[in-house]
């Protein structure tokens, strides 16, 4: 049972961390695109 509680943390954990790196990915090739637009 403990076990099973830790392994969902870390899912869960590992699934936000994905995310926000999704997010920061997407939020620098963004800013890079804006970069190229402006200069």
């Known amino acids: 049972m403990i076990t099973m509680v830790r392994y969902g943390r870390g899912a869960r ?3 936000s961390r994905a995310v926000l790196t999704a997010d920061a990915d997407h939020a ?3 800013i890079a695109w ?3 637009r402006t200069g």
């Open 34 to 36: 804006m970069m190229t």
């Open 13 to 15: 954990h590992a699934t």
């Open 28 to 30: 620098s090739s963004g």
